[in-house]
């Protein structure tokens, strides 16, 4: 809360250096029944390994395409490497995503988390008519401007040899989710973010969120945005977990 878990996190990734990416970004895919549903989720690593992240975060039906990635490792002091990264890892996801739109009374829906919203609204994007649900998590309208202003990886981009944060987001802004939203069709929308955030500033997801709802007003789209005051980037998604798990218990009282 009130950025404490989020300058404890950013310290301990400074401090252990950069990390390599793997080999390989396929995702892990959990079958849970048979319903004619496809989620797409992009989240950072601690929500794979984290049982109660887990939990509380992953959905649990249809067929569920996890891909674990981290901003760390992604977000490049030169933007050209960071490109790279990112269209790797959404090459891997419109293959499995197609196949889902193109089966008749398919559901597409995406989950992002922090930086793994880039992914989730370009993605979204291709989703056509199939696509039924965006969750949109502690997330930023434009990637260039918030990695600049992150505690992780401000650092990093900083030493790219640009001198502001619209240069670096000028030369990023394919990925940026404000630049997907205004095709998307009607569907549901679900955000959360924290008033604290230190890894991707709450004015940055405020402008995502009015984004979605511009879009969607205009074309009968429902939205909720749930706002939790003091939380940073990690506490916020624990909240929403712990949330997200007494619901499903009490679903099944």
């Given at each position: 809360m009130f950025g404490i878990i989020d300058r404890f996190y950013a310290f301990r990734k400074c401090r252990k250096g950069y990390f390599k990416p793997p080999k390989s970004w396929k995702p892990e895919i959990i079958l849970y029944d048979e319903k004619p549903t496809s989620w797409f989720c992009f989240v950072p690593s601690i929500v794979s390994k984290n049982l109660y992240l887990r939990k509380g975060l992953l959905p649990r039906e249809g067929t569920v395409y996890v891909y674990t990635i981290s901003s760390f490792n992604l977000i490049k002091q030169d933007p050209l490497e960071t490109l790279h990264g990112l269209n790797e890892i959404y090459s891997e996801a419109v293959g499995p995503m197609e196949v889902a739109r193109d089966q008749r009374g398919h559901a597409i829906k995406i989950l992002g988390i922090s930086l793994g919203n880039v992914f989730g609204v370009r993605l979204a994007s291709q989703a056509g008519l199939s696509l039924q649900?965006?969750?949109?998590?502690?997330?930023?309208?434009?990637?260039?401007?918030?990695?600049?202003?992150?505690?992780?990886?401000?650092?990093?981009?900083?030493?790219?040899?640009?001198?502001?944060?619209?240069?670096?987001?000028?030369?990023?802004?394919?990925?940026?989710?404000?630049?997907?939203?205004?095709?998307?069709?009607?569907?549901?929308?679900?955000?959360?973010?924290?008033?604290?955030?230190?890894?991707?500033?709450?004015?940055?997801?405020?402008?995502?969120?009015?984004?979605?709802?511009?879009?969607?007003?205009?074309?009968?789209?429902?939205?909720?945005?749930t706002v939790y005051p003091g939380a940073d980037h990690g506490s916020t998604m624990f909240l929403v977990a712990g949330r997200n798990i007494l619901s499903h218990a009490l679903k099944y009282r």
């Open positions: 649900k965006i969750v949109s998590l502690v997330g930023g309208g434009r990637l260039g401007i918030s990695a600049w202003d992150s505690i992780l990886t401000g650092h990093i981009v900083k030493r790219s040899g640009l001198r502001n944060a619209e240069e670096y987001e000028e030369k990023v802004s394919s990925f940026s989710p404000i630049r997907s939203i205004a095709g998307l069709p009607k569907f549901d929308v679900n955000i959360c973010l924290g008033t604290n955030d230190m890894l991707i500033r709450y004015h940055h997801g405020i402008e995502l969120a009015d984004s979605f709802k511009k879009q969607q007003e205009s074309i009968g789209g429902r939205l909720h945005c």
